[in-house]
């Protein structure tokens, strides 16, 4: 039986990860838990559950989880904060984290788990992209395994095993194309938050929908592959498939390609990381290629989908650009979210922090300057939002 520590365990990942322990109950048992702000939600899984720590973020509402679960005998400890989640990332004898948590909030949770020797299912993405630089050392010092529990590099991961040192040429990332893949261009400038939150085929949190449909998410997972499977950027590529049935491919060096298929479930990713390198047999539903029916991919429109080559702008430039193109990203579509901006102000806010970055970018930088550009980024795009504001723009 494998001991796992969840992050994030109310949202998307966090429940379906979840869903995998409770179906499988002789091999999973969960040490702790993290949540946000639901604590409805975050009391139902500490019942279910029974971990022996777990910490909500949302100080204020830390009363009213005590009282949710007064009863729950033995009763875990209880801690609040950023503080506490870290804590809870580095407790006990766990021996995986699955870091659910949405955006670079999960960095320095990770980074605790790292140091106290658990291996991590990431499914936070934002921790390679901001992160990177400082997370890779960590992970060989301490030697503990950083296995994706996300769809696509997932998929790369699998396509690899058996797969002989240098015998990867390039790699294909798909990309459903998000809600506006069949918008022309032209009318992106009057679409609502409503119209982004509806995506063709996966039922993700808000953050992570919005993101597909500017190709934002596309372009991060660039920069985590950068770090995942040490290719350069040259070497990876994009490509819409409307059907999300193939969730990436790898081209070898003798131009064999390999793809790794199944039904839109991010439950087979995150089962893949917590049970590698075993394979657990499920009651899922087996992938029918006629039922499956036509498999299509065209090229990523750049002129629809900007953030994907500040994106690749921002990995090629190295140091701490990532972290300001993600966390510029980060407030940038939470501005969105709350009807701030437009649209199509998401990119031109990230680019123009990216380029007032340059001249202050970090080439090898230290975590505090990863955390730093962090929160210069989210100050400038909120800066840069008040001109919007002043100009008439949103």
């Known amino acids: ?14 429940t379906q990860t979840l869903d995998i322990v409770t179906h499988h109950p002789e091999q ?17 899984q500490v019942r279910q559950f029974r971990p022996e720590i777990v910490a909500l973020r949302d100080t204020n509402q ?31 004898d766990a021996e995986s984290v699955v870091t659910g948590i949405v955006g670079c909030a999960g960095l320095l949770p990770t980074i605790a788990a790292i140091e106290a020797g658990k291996d991590i299912a990431l499914a936070n993405k934002e921790t390679l992209i901001a992160g990177g630089p400082v997370v890779l050392p960590l992970v060989q010092k301490h030697g503990v395994k950083l296995l994706p529990a996300d769809s696509e590099h997932s998929a790369i991961f699998q396509c690899l095993q058996g797969v002989p040192e240098q015998g ?66 040259d070497q990876i590529e994009i490509i819409i498939h409307p059907q999300s049935i193939i969730h990436s491919l790898i081209e070898l060096q003798d131009t064999s390609v390999l ?18 390198p075993d394979r657990i047999a ?4 087996p992938l029918n290629l006629v039922k499956a029916g036509d498999l299509t991919f065209r090229e990523p429109d750049h002129d629809k989908y900007p953030c994907m080559q500040l994106a ?78 002043l100009a008439g723009t949103c």
């Open 259 to 276: 793809a790794q298929l199944g039904w839109p479930d991010m439950r087979l990713p995150l089962l893949y990381a917590l049970s590698y």
């Open 168 to 233: 990867l040429r390039r790699i294909w990332l798909t990309a459903s194309g998000g809600a506006f893949r069949d918008l022309p261009v032209e009318k992106l400038a009057t679409v609502t938050v409503a119209d982004a939150l509806k995506h063709p085929n996966w039922s993700m949190g808000r953050k992570i929908t919005i993101d597909s449909a500017t190709l934002m998410n596309k372009g991060l997972e660039v920069i985590e592959a950068h770090f995942l499977f040490g290719l350069d950027y």
């Open 28 to 44: 999973f048992r969960v040490i702790g838990l993290t949540a946000g702000s639901n604590v409805a939600l975050f009391a139902q």
């Open 312 to 389: 690749y702008a921002a990995g090629r430039a190295g140091g701490s650009m990532p972290a300001v193109l993600n966390a510029a990203n980060e407030q940038a579509v939470a501005l969105f979210l709350e009807e701030k901006i437009r649209f199509l102000d998401i990119p031109r806010l990230i680019e123009q922090t990216c380029d007032r970055h340059q001249v202050d970018n970090r080439a090898d930088p230290s975590l505090d300057d990863i955390l730093a550009a962090d929160q210069w980024a989210r100050q400038a795009v909120a800066e840069a939002t008040q001109t919007l504001s």
């Open 282 to 285: 499920t009651n899922w539903e």
């Open 1 to 14: 039986m494998k001991t796992l520590t969840l992050l994030g365990s109310t949202g998307s990942i966090g």
């Open 62 to 92: 830390l009363a009213d989880l005590k009282a949710a679960i007064a009863d729950v005998d033995p009763q875990p400890i209880i801690l609040g904060g950023e503080a506490g989640i870290v804590e809870v990332a580095r407790y006990g």
